[in-house]
């Protein structure tokens, strides 16, 4: 049976380990000869722009010796020129795999339940779970599975909420501050709620950035208006407490390290002084997307 994924609860604890050893593997060693998806092609249908996820999977498929197609906003275009369901069906009897970009998550869902092929989640308004993974790889990296302090400082967006599920299934603990009215939603809190309670990992959400930092080695921020959320008004008094900036640093451990999914508003959600750090990690982090999902894709496309 085909096997997508659309969120990092499609994947259990050991099966997330699986992947973190491949891409480690890859990493060290891009075009090793025993890893292929030769003969085999990725699409990526994209309702919204991007630089990372587009790049890091084409290239990975070059790297692995398949081919990949990417129909941007403006090809398919999904729900306009035909439904969701249709290009599913005929890219799944083409593809071998699709990377989907939606707007709404159900459209994602939709897609992987009407595709013969698997389809990965390439960022819906409520998840990036590709993103998640990569994170959570980048921080294994780092601290091995040393018991440290993630806080996300900012909006509770898509990439908070996959970084919730798949750190709550991994054990763990995220302290997270969002403005009033900007908390993860509420039945992604509830979901990594019970996934921390199984790992005995901490979740703790609040409205206050200097005490969600206190002793942090990592602090998490993204955009404050996310792509699909061009509508919304943005209180920027209220927000800029919750700005990255040295003088947030100052509160978390001296050795803490700033992560950013990126792309950055650089001057709203963080500063060019903490971005440009040496506490920043952002391209490192940037680059293990590749890794993470040339293992995801041969988990997915592989066999
Ligand atoms: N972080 C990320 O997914 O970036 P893109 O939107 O550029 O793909
Ligand atoms: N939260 C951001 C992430 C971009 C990678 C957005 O959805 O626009």
Known sequence: MKKDLISIKDLTRQEIMGLFNVAKSLKKNPLSKNASLAGKSLALVF??????????????????????????????????RESFKDAAKVLGR????????????????????FSSAPVINGLSDLLHPCQGLSDLFTIEEIFGKKKIKIAFVGDGNNVLHSLL??????????????PKGSEPDSGILNEAKKYAAKSKSKIIVGNDPKKCVEQADIIYTDVWVSMGEKSKKVDMETFKAFQVNEELLTCAKKDVLVMHCLPAHRGEEITDAVMDSKSSIVYDQAENRLHVQKAILLKLLGG
Do not use: C, W
């Open 47 to 80: 309702q919204k722009p991007s630089n990372r996820t587009r790049v890091s999977f084409e290239v990975g498929v070059f790297q692995l010796g398949g081919n990949a197609i990417y129909l941007g906003p403006d090809e398919v275009k999904l729900g306009v």
């Open 94 to 113: 083409y593809a071998d795999g699709i990377v989907a970009r939606t707007f709404s998550h159900d459209d994602v869902v939709n897609m992987a339940k």
């Open 165 to 178: 599920i798949g750190s709550s299934i991994l054990a763990r603990d995220i302290h997270i501050a969002t």
